[in-house]
T-cell receptor
Framework: NAGVTQTPKFQVLKTGQSMTLQCAQD?????MSWYRQDPGMGLRLIHY???????DQGEVPNGYNVSRSTTEDFPLRLLSAAPSQTSVYFC?????????????FGDGTRLSIL | SQKIEQNSEALNIQEGKTATLTCNYT??????LQWYRQDPGRGPVFLLL?????KEKRKERLKVTFDTTLKQSLFHITASQPADSATYLC?????????FGTGTRLLVSP
C-alpha cells in the first residue's frame, strides 16, 4: 500500500508558468483534498472532492483548478503561477466525510515561484 | 470567521514527563476534532479523533479531551520520549471540512 503519493516533491517555476501537481491514492477513498501550508498560517483548504466527477472550492481556491475523473487521482493545476503561490502543497484522502474520518496525507510538493 | 489557536511557542519538556498541548477555537461549533503529528519535511499523520459528545479519548500514551463549553481541546502525551518531538496540529471540523491550527512544536529532551 503506497497510501497517498504526490509528485513532484520539489518544483521551481517562473511567474506566469502553469503546471499540474499530481496526487494519487490507492485506498479507494471517496474524499480527496488539496491544502497549502505556509509559515504561521496552518493548512488551508484549496479544493476538495467527495467523489469522482464532484469537486468544490475550499478556503483559498483562486488561481487553482482541479478535476476528479477517477477515484484514485486528484490533480491540482496552477493556471498562471504567481509568487504568492510559493508554498508546500499537501494532498489528503479519507474514506468518508473529512471531519469524521482520519485524513491520510502525502508528503507534499514544495513549490517555489520566482 | 473561524479561528483556531495553538501555542506558537515550542513546548520543551524532559523525557518521562507529561506533555500537554492546548487547542482553542472561536466562532465555531465543530462536531469533531482531530489531532495530527507532523515531522519536518513530511505530511501530517493522524493520531486521534474525538466527537463532540465524547469528553475524552485515549490511545496508548495519548489522551485527548474535548470541552465544547470552553471551546477547547487538550492533548496529552504521558511518559514522553525524545521520539515524540514533532509539531502537533489540531483540526476541528464538521462533516466535510477540517480547519487546521498552526501547530505547536514539542521538544522532548533526554
Amino acid at each position: 500500500n503506497a497510501g497517498v503519493t504526490q509528485t513532484p516533491k520539489f518544483q521551481v517555476l517562473k511567474t506566469g508558468q502553469s503546471m499540474t501537481l499530481q496526487c494519487a491514492q490507492d485506498m479507494n477513498h471517496e474524499y480527496m483534498s488539496w491544502y497549502r501550508q505556509d509559515p504561521g498560517m496552518g493548512l488551508r483548504l484549496i479544493h476538495y472532492s467527495v467523489g469522482a466527477g464532484i469537486t468544490d472550492q475550499g478556503e483559498v481556491p483562486n488561481g487553482y483548478n482541479v478535476s476528479r475523473s477517477t477515484t484514485e487521482d486528484f490533480p491540482l493545476r496552477l493556471l498562471s503561477a504567481a509568487p504568492s503561490q510559493t508554498s508546500v502543497y499537501f494532498c489528503a484522502s479519507s474514506y468518508g466525510g473529512t471531519g469524521r474520518q482520519p485524513q491520510h496525507f502525502g508528503d507534499g510538493t514544495r513549490l517555489s515561484i520566482l | 470567521s473561524q479561528k483556531i489557536e495553538q501555542n506558537s511557542e515550542a513546548l520543551n519538556i524532559q523525557e518521562g514527563k507529561t506533555a500537554t498541548l492546548t487547542c482553542n477555537y472561536t466562532n465555531y461549533s465543530p462536531a469533531y476534532l482531530q489531532w495530527y503529528r507532523q515531522d519536518p519535511g513530511r505530511g501530517p499523520v493522524f493520531l486521534l479523533l474525538i466527537r463532540e459528545n465524547e469528553k475524552e479519548k485515549r490511545k496508548e500514551r495519548l489522551k485527548v479531551t474535548f470541552d465544547t463549553t470552553l471551546k477547547q481541546s487538550l492533548f496529552h502525551i504521558t511518559a514522553s520520549q525524545p521520539a515524540d518531538s514533532a509539531t502537533y496540529l489540531c483540526a476541528p471540523g464538521g462533516f466535510q471540512k477540517l480547519v487546521f491550527g498552526t501547530g505547536t512544536r514539542l521538544l522532548v529532551s533526554p
